[in-house]
Nanobody, 118 residues
Framework: QVQLVESGGGLVQAGESLRLSCAAS????????MGWYRQTPGKQRELVAT???????NYADFVKGRFTLSRDNAKKTVYLQMNNLKPEDTAVYYC????????????WGQGTQVTVSS
């Protein structure tokens, strides 16, 4: 079984920063891609950023220049540094992993709330 455990959400004011962390654990053979999605009530979950094992990143246009995704392969952990946060960044942020355990599967964390006040 594979688990993704998130941390780092919270309440901040506009313009401030937060860092989210997500650690993968369990019976893992290899990790392909990890990253973050977010969701607000009534809307579909949307991509924030992903990173491959080789370090190639992909960012949504609305976070480019503000968010940075990094990965520590030894710790099986990804970090999302979020700077210059805006009220529209308020959402539940979900960690995502494309991970090979006994098979290649899609895994999700439980979600962490990020609230940005104006």
């Amino acid at each position: 079984q594979v688990q993704l455990v998130e941390s780092g959400g919270g309440l901040v004011q506009a313009g401030e920063s937060l860092r989210l962390s997500c650690a993968a654990s369990g019976s893992i053979s290899s990790i392909n891609t990890m990253g973050w999605y977010r969701q607000t009530p009534g809307k579909q979950r949307e991509l924030v950023a992903t990173i491959t094992g080789a370090g190639r990143t992909n960012y949504a246009d609305f976070v480019k220049g503000r968010f940075t995704l990094s990965r520590d392969n030894a710790k099986k952990t990804v970090y999302l540094q979020m700077n210059n946060l805006k009220p529209e960044d308020t959402a539940v942020y979900y960690c995502y992993g494309l991970i090979y355990s006994s098979y290649l599967g899609h895994y999700w964390g439980q979600g962490t709330q990020v609230t940005v006040s104006s």
